[in-house]
């Protein structure tokens, strides 16, 4: 077989390699030039930019909840507080797919419809890249199973959060008032009042009561914390914190043990009581029945319970002692007294005949008295201790609106308070210039005012209505001897971080006019009706302090002219209300109030007695026998330690630990 031969490579295939190599090593040099160039001005034209951003992505600025205020009463007895516990919160913009993460977090966790309900409704109302709640108080055990599970949902975060607590319920709902999410309306409100800042991370404000009222007080200013986050957005540590401004505590001028001996004397029974000190103004009891549990609308109340609520004939949200309006009935007449006096309309010892009935001249229309046969012949002093009706008709047409009506309006009949507590009736105390403008979009003849107008409101009827708090604050005026002051609930602010309290002033806002000697004859008056002869003559035996008292019977409905008031065949809604104002110790008053008791008939049966008990115990500390072993045990606590709030952000391995409901406060 002949061998092969190899022949030499040809010339130009030598030169085109060379080629090659030449443009291979010219393109990587460009390369490495164009990345060269690309890496030097990131370095030293972009540094800043890019720096800010690098930081921004792995550093977050978390705002750290302020602990909300403690409200107290006089005693030192905790009424709102606080309590920590987890909360599972999703946020939108964070996740891949909301409706798959919740669906794989209902593996980790219970969630019932009213949690997926109000998720919802959270979604609704923030903004996706805001946090909502999926459900609340979470266990240990379901806080740490989410937690586990973190680094693979994005988004969710299980939060330590401060929960509100109202250990008394129903007992202080009308009073405290409660909580709540905040809302669409009020986000707007707070950026409306520049106040962003203090809100960032908060969920809930005041939304009524003394929540409301003192919100700015309560509510503190939030901390930051600056936290390291991954590339998911979770906490990996804290790098420095800004502690909070905790809110300030509120002491009360009202007293809960009072407050329960009220409650308790009312039952089942629907209505109100006022009671104050007429040398300060501070309300020492403030009921309202029914009420409410508060804490159903810290979390959001369902729409099952709130249309209960809402529909309930009894009307529990109604707050009657600041806003229901009743006619006074003979609770008027010693008011009705100071301004005939005042006025010249009657004198200290003028005897005036109290038959059964009045008549205006002219007319044969009777405005009968209660009692049909009358009360013979009587001075003003018998007349307010009999409760004769037809003596007050007198001297209410004697005397005529113009001149009644600037006199009763000196006790605050007619205007607001001015307590702390928002959304209080103003009350009717009738005028010329009252009717003309209430039946402004009726015919002429029914904003005429007409003599027979005035012959009613004389008894506490007709136009006339006011809430018990006005009747109340009327009575402890009369107390004082004309002195006037504002009614509060709140006696001092206690600073969270000093402790320096700051008291609301006690001093008189006026001193009324009438001369000394009227106050002193229409208290003697208000004696006489607890004494023998007068209308609750019962309820003065076995007193041991001076009592000066009035009773009151209101009409609901009006009786047909010669018919006889018959309870048992009126609807319950429509039977009489009871009524008693009364103030002791009658030389030296320390508590003034009023109550009402709906529909429950003559003033000395149902309302008396109630105010009675409430005085003997405010008085002598004697437990009134209806109520015993049914009062709650109420135990003052001391004030705490300042501690901040639990931090708004970080997973549950990272949160501090819930603590269970205590009395102690956030701040001293």
Do not use: C
């Not at 001028?253 to 109100?272: E, N, P, S, T």
């Not at 019962?538 to 309870?567: C, D, E, H, M």
């Not at 008990?613 to 300042?642: C, M, N, R, S, W």
Request: glycine letters at 10%; zero cysteines.
């Amino acid at each position: 077989m002949p061998r092969q031969r190899h022949l030499p490579p040809a010339r130009g295939d030598d030169s085109q390699l060379q080629l090659r190599l030449i443009v291979a090593y010219a393109f990587m040099v460009l390369m490495f030039l164009v990345l060269a160039g690309r890496f030097a001005w990131l370095q030293f034209f972009q540094y800043d930019h890019y720096s800010t951003l690098a930081q921004n992505n792995s550093i977050s600025l978390v705002p750290v909840e302020p602990s909300r205020g403690r409200i107290v009463d006089r005693n030192g007895v905790v009424l709102a507080r606080n309590y920590a516990a987890y909360t599972l919160e999703v946020t939108p913009s964070e996740t891949a797919d909301l409706d798959a993460t919740v669906a794989e977090l209902g593996q980790l966790v219970e969630l019932t419809p009213r949690d997926m309900k109000r998720f919802k409704k959270f979604l609704s109302e923030n903004r996706r890249f805001e946090p909502s709640a999926l459900k609340m108080k979470l266990t240990d055990e379901e806080a740490a199973r989410v937690a586990a599970n973190g680094w693979r949902l994005p988004g969710v975060e299980v939060k330590a959060r401060l929960f509100r607590d109202y250990p008394f319920g129903e007992l202080t709902s009308h009073v405290l008032g409660y909580i709540g999410r905040i809302g669409p309306r009020e986000k707007e409100q707070i950026q409306e009042d520049g106040l962003t800042a203090n809100y960032r991370g908060a969920t809930h404000i005041g939304k009524l009561g003394l929540e409301k009222t003192y919100e700015n007080m309560l509510r503190g200013r939030p901390g930051f914390e600056e936290m390291e986050t991954d590339a998911g957005g979770r906490a990996v540590r804290s790098l420095r914190q800004s502690a909070p401004q905790n809110g300030s505590d509120l002491h009360l001028a009202l007293d809960i043990k009072l407050q329960d001996v009220a409650d308790k004397l009312f039952g089942k029974r629907r209505g109100a009581l006022v009671a104050i000190d007429p040398q300060t103004g501070g309300v020492l009891a403030f009921v309202s029945k029914p009420g409410f549990d508060p804490s159903l609308f810290v979390d959001g109340i369902d729409t099952v319970t709130w249309k209960n609520l809402n529909e309930d004939w009894e009307k529990p949200l109604v707050n009657r002692a600041l806003r229901g309006l009743y006619p006074p009935g003979s609770t008027f007449k010693p008011f009705m007294g100071m301004a005939a006096l005042d006025a010249g309309a009657i004198g200290p010892n003028e005897v005036r005949s109290a038959p059964g009935y009045f008549t205006l001249p002219g007319s044969s229309h009777r405005f009968r008295d209660s009692k049909p046969s009358g009360n013979g012949m009587a001075n003003l002093s018998r007349a307010i201790a009999v409760s004769s009706d037809t003596v007050f008709y007198k001297l209410a047409w004697d005397m005529g609106i113009d001149r009644i009506h600037p006199r009763l309006a000196e006790f605050g009949l007619g205007s607001r308070t001015g307590i702390d507590l928002d959304g209080e009736s103003a009350g009717i105390l009738p005028s010329k210039e009252w009717k003309a403008k209430r039946f402004s979009k009726m015919k002429p003849e029914y904003q005429r005012w007409y003599p027979a107008d005035v012959v009613s409101i004389g008894i506490g009827q007709g136009f006339n209505a006011y809430t018990p708090l006005q009747m109340a604050n009327a009575t402890a005026i009369l107390a004082s001897d004309g002195k006037v002051f504002k009614p509060h609930l709140v006696q001092e602010v206690v600073d969270p971080k000093t402790g320096k309290k700051t008291p609301v002033e006690p001093a008189p806002q006026k001193q009324l006019a009438f001369k000394p000697e009227y106050f002193d004859y229409i208290k003697g008056s208000m004696e006489a009706v607890v004494k023998p002869g007068g209308t609750a003559w019962r309820l003065g035996q076995g007193l041991s302090y001076r009592l000066a008292g009035k009773t009151g019977t209101a009409q609901v409905v009006q009786i047909k002219q010669g018919a006889k008031y018959n309870a048992a065949a009126l609807a319950e809604q429509h039977r009489d209300h009871s009524w008693f104002i009364a103030f002791a110790p009658a030389e030296k008053p320390t508590i003034a109030l009023a109550v009402i008791v709906e529909n429950a008939g003559f003033g000395a049966a149902a309302a008396a007695p109630l105010a009675r008990g409430v005085i003997d115990y405010y008085l002598t500390g004697k437990v009134p026998p209806e109520v015993a072993g049914q009062l709650q045990t109420f135990k003052p606590v001391p004030p705490a330690a300042d501690a901040s709030g639990p931090a708004a952000a970080g997973a549950a391995a990272s949160a501090p630990t819930p603590q269970k409901k205590t009395d102690a406060s956030p701040s001293a």
